[in-house]
């Protein structure tokens, strides 16, 4: 691009693991305008996640839960309002890396000149810079930094960030000590998600945290967010060991009891991308979704898949053959690459 924007904002609206992947965007933005106005428009549920980011000048949160909870009149209202903020904060070069109608209409509504965005359907008419999506090629990372690539904006980073003070990690790491915990060290374990199908059952995450303490004489934390209260609570039934719940948290929160791990063991899920932002080791479980398009980002990293399921990758909500890619997935197999992380040399 041969102009230099003043001002700049980026558009994700969700979900979690998807805006962590979009923070390269940020960086490679920022380190190409160093003079620009950067902002990040995200809704609520996932702008912890942004909070913070040294690269950016603003967060702007879209207020999507809450509209849903007034009147219709109240609703328009406010939207209405927050529509015209928007577009008078006067951007004049939009990325709109979510794809999704409201977005697109968010990048026409912005009034910038520049609008890019990916070549989905009629939303490719609101763009003035479309890109041809490559999500079924490319890892997330990579297919958001296409946007900037469509403008020649050199990329020099693609490691995801999330910024967590030193606060919120000290108070993390004091409930760790007050459980007693000192030299042993502490796996992570992430029996949520947002898609149900892709969660491996409760029962055999509480098999895997026994065999874990049994072998490695690890600590087991269990991580989980808004609505899981169910699925932790099923995994500690299933033990014959104790297993740490950590407090009810922000994602925040939960970032800072992921970076006292030494190993983290999750459904694909937006905790899991939080913690490859952080650097802990993963051990990723996979099934409907591609690890090599969705998987934790870096190279240390490992996955786990039943590879016998003929339809692993089928990228699908439901599922009608009793989500076998999950529940023929062994708990041995896990332990088996637990085993590179955990064992002493």
Request: proline fraction near 6%; aromatic fraction near 8%.
């Amino acid at each position: 691009m041969n102009i230099t924007p003043d001002r700049i904002l980026i558009i994700k609206l969700r979900a979690i693991g998807d805006v962590v992947l979009a923070t390269p965007v940020i960086e490679n933005l920022r380190r190409q305008y160093p003079e620009s106005h950067i902002a990040f428009l995200t809704e609520e549920a996932a702008a912890d996640i942004i909070k913070g980011n040294p690269f950016l000048d603003e967060l702007i949160i879209l207020e999507r839960r809450k509209w849903q909870q007034v009147s219709f009149s109240v609703s328009l209202k406010e939207q209405v309002w927050f529509y015209r903020s928007l577009r008078a904060k006067k951007f004049d070069l939009v990325f709109d890396l979510f794809g999704n109608p409201r977005s697109a209409l968010l990048s026409v509504i912005s009034g910038a000149p520049v609008r890019v965005g990916f070549g989905f359907r009629v939303r490719r008419y609101c763009y003035t810079q479309v890109i041809a999506p490559r999500g079924g090629e490319v890892h997330e990372v990579d297919f958001n930094l296409d946007a900037l690539k469509a403008l020649d904006i050199p990329i020099v980073s693609r490691q995801p960030r999330i910024e967590i003070s030193q606060d919120i990690t000290q108070n993390a790491r004091r409930w760790i000590s007050a459980l007693g915990i000192t030299d042993e060290k502490v796996v992570g374990l992430n029996p949520g998600g947002g898609w149900k199908i892709k969660r491996w059952p409760p029962a055999y995450f509480g098999k895997l945290a026994d065999e874990l303490i049994k072998l490695y004489g690890v600590r087991v934390l269990l991580l989980w967010g808004p609505g899981e209260e169910k699925i932790v609570e099923s995994v500690s039934q299933s033990m014959k060991a104790i297993a740490h719940r950590i407090p009810d948290a922000s994602l925040k929160e939960l970032g800072a009891y992921i970076s006292c791990c030494h190993l983290m063991i999750s459904n694909d899920s937006g905790p899991m991308h939080i913690a490859a932002a952080l650097n802990v080791p993963i051990i990723g479980i996979f099934g409907p979704t591609n690890p090599d398009l969705q998987g934790p980002f870096g190279t240390a990293h490992r996955v786990v898949r039943q590879e016998s399921v003929p339809c692993l990758g089928c990228n699908r909500v439901t599922c009608n053959i009793g989500n076998i890619c999950m529940t023929e997935l062994d708990p041995a197999q896990i332990l088996k690459q637990a085993e590179v992380f955990l064992c002493d040399a």
